[in-house]
């Protein structure tokens, strides 16, 4: 078994070892709670076209108006 000697590392050298991957793992967790953060702040969605004419309606109708109302206000306003 001649030339097969084992370099042993320091103690030194294995706790440099241990910092970088800690320091590494810090990383990917800092990234994961960015993307966390994110993703709870995330804009709202969009409202589909039914969903805006649906809130039309109901504030015309909370108003007491009535939707041929709403349509010649707006055909006035152009």
Known sequence: ME???RTRRTKEERMAELEEKIKFHRQKIENLEKQKKDLLSAPK???????ALTEIYKV???NGK???????MLQKGE
């Open 66 to 72: 009535t939707l041929e109302d709403v349509l010649s």
């Open 60 to 62: 015309a109708k909370a």
């Open 3 to 5: 030339g097969k000697s």
């Open 45 to 51: 969605k969009k409202k589909t076209k039914n969903e």
